[in-house]
Nanobody, 126 residues
Framework: QVQLVESGGGLVQAGDSLRLSCVAS????????IGWFRQVLDKEREFVAG????????YYGDSVKGRFTISRDNTKNTAYLQMDSLQPEDTAVYSC???????????????????WGQGTRVTVSS
């Protein structure tokens, strides 16, 4: 198990950028696939981006492709979500999630993960 803490959210204007961070406890961060999800009130959590344990595979939800970039630094136990060209529809609570896995397989479903952070709020004004 790892504990995850997100940071970096805030209020920005359309077209701006933000970088979210997800810091994990423990010494086995590099054993885990990391995913970012977002949720708007009363809507289902949406997959945003995922990265395999060694960073070799990255993948994105259709709504953020070309604008968001996921990365990780295993020496810092941290994953990042760089969000560029933000739009009002990106407004949500963003959470990171982790699953111990070495397969590199894409994990895009909520049920694929068993460790979750509390989330950080991103608000994009028009």
């Amino acid at each position: 198990q790892v504990q995850l803490v997100e940071s970096g959210g805030g209020l920005v204007q359309a077209g701006d950028s933000l970088r979210l961070s997800c810091v994990a406890s423990g010494r086995t961060f590099n054993y885990y696939t990391i995913g970012w999800f977002r949720q708007v009130l009363d809507k289902e959590r949406e997959f945003v981006a995922g990265i395999s344990w060694n960073g070799g595979n990255t993948y994105y939800g259709d709504s953020v492709k070309g604008r968001f970039t996921i990365s990780r630094d295993n020496t810092k136990n941290t994953a990042y979500l760089q969000m560029d060209s933000l739009q009002p529809e990106d407004t949500a609570v963003y959470s990171c999630a982790a699953k111990r896995d070495f397969s590199g397989a894409y994990k895009v479903m909520i049920r694929d993960y068993d460790n979750w952070g509390q989330g950080t709020r991103v608000t994009v004004s028009s």
